[in-house]
Nanobody
Framework: VQLQASGGGLVQAGGSLRLSCAAS????????MGWYRQAPGKERELVAG???????KYADSVKGRFIISKESGWDQVYLQMNSLKPEDTGVYFC??????????WGQGTLVTVSS
């Protein structure tokens, strides 16, 4: 599975961005996808995840502000980010879990939220 993330940019606090993750390859084997972020000097952390039937989960810090969604298949996974805060700044990565234990990462897209 290959992943291509896009949609990052510079936005003022309170603004919105939508990230997209385009998946290709053995899409039939994907079980779940998610968005992670890595802030400067910090470890990569889960932001939001979604499984095939649409069940979602979110980090406490983004609940009520971010929404993860996907197309009917796994072609595109989105992260709608609203009411952005400076602490949301970081590189956002999409991740796919496929097969028994295969993990794929996209290249990351930078989100910068100015105060």
């Amino acid at each position: 599975v290959q992943l291509q993330a896009s949609g990052g940019g510079l936005v003022q606090a309170g603004g919105s961005l939508r990230l997209s993750c385009a998946a290709s390859g053995d899409l039939w084997s994907i079980n779940a996808m998610g968005w992670y972020r890595q802030a400067p000097g910090k470890e990569r952390e889960l932001v939001a995840g979604i499984i095939f039937e649409g069940t979602t989960k979110y980090a406490d810090s983004v609940k009520g502000r971010f929404i993860i969604s996907k197309e009917s298949g796994w072609d595109q996974v989105y992260l709608q980010m609203n009411s952005l805060k400076p602490e949301d700044t970081g590189v956002y990565f999409c991740k796919a879990e496929s097969g028994v234990s295969r993990i794929s990462w996209g290249q990351g897209t930078l989100v910068t939220v100015s105060s």
